[in-house]
């Protein structure tokens, strides 16, 4: 079946631009993760959803990140004012259910020059 | 702050020998324990899951297990060049928020024909 699905691949913008990154989880998955990834670490956690709702958005940096998932399927990450330090690729994965092993898409990337 | 170790490497081995990679991490009360494979460019590729003391077996893969002494490794038998790549290993927090992970930075792995 089809696995998560992430556009755009790749973004590149301007200091202080708006951006929406999307993510497509897998069919019949309840729980939605963001995560991001900086140049020689492992991914970070910033949010997770159950549903439609963020269950836990304790990693968000700041005010200027916002997720939703109306729908409770796919979800939209939102990055107000971007800066240079946001570049980074943005991960989402899914799972069945928020115990279970979680399945990672393609990433999108992030350039803010 | 929870943490993850990984020796960064690069770990290179043979073709056709056992690679051993290790990882620590300090939440004790942590339950659920992820092996994923990165290619360069692409995203993280979950290989192993363990979440009981001892060992698990999967083709190739044994992840093993250690809880009192917070250690997790995973085992490649038979390295194929295939297997170069960077080795993830992730930790789910305790106090029942298992979905948000810990990421270390990973381990390269070459194996060289």
């Known amino acids: 079946g089809a696995g998560v699905s992430q556009t755009p691949s790749n973004k590149v913008t301007e200091k202080g631009k708006y951006v929406e990154l999307r993510c497509d989880p897998i069919?019949?998955?309840?729980?939605l993760y963001w995560y991001r990834q900086s140049l020689g670490q492992g991914p970070e956690f910033l949010i997770y959803?159950?549903?439609?709702?963020?269950?836990?958005d304790s990693g968000l940096p700041n005010d200027r990140f916002f997720a939703v998932r109306p729908e409770g399927s796919v979800s939209t990450l939102k990055i107000q004012r971007t800066e240079r330090g946001d570049s980074a690729v943005y991960l989402c994965?899914?799972?069945?259910?928020?115990?279970?092993?979680?399945?990672f898409g393609p990433g999108t990337r992030l350039t803010v020059l | 702050q929870k943490e993850v170790e990984q020796n960064s490497g690069p770990l290179s081995v043979p073709e056709g020998a056992i690679a051993s990679l290790n990882c620590t991490y300090s939440?004790?009360?942590?339950?659920?324990f992820f092996w994923y494979r990165q290619y360069s460019g692409k995203s993280p590729e979950l290989i192993m899951f363990?979440?009981?003391?001892g060992d698990k077996e999967d083709g190739r893969f044994t992840a093993q297990l250690n809880k009192a002494s917070q250690y997790v490794s995973l085992l490649i038998r038979d390295s194929q060049p295939s297997d170069s790549a960077t080795y993830l290993c992730?930790?789910?927090?305790?106090?029942?928020?298992?979905?948000?992970?810990?990421f270390g930075k990973g381990t390269l792995l070459t194996v060289n024909p």
């Open positions: 994965a899914s799972s069945l259910r928020m115990w279970d092993e979680q399945f």
């Open positions: 069919s019949g998955h309840t729980a």
């Open positions: 959803f159950q549903g439609t709702g963020a269950a836990d």
């Open positions: 939440d004790r009360g942590s339950q659920s």
């Open positions: 363990i979440y009981s003391n």
């Open positions: 992730a930790v789910g927090a305790s106090g029942g928020s298992n979905y948000k992970l810990t």
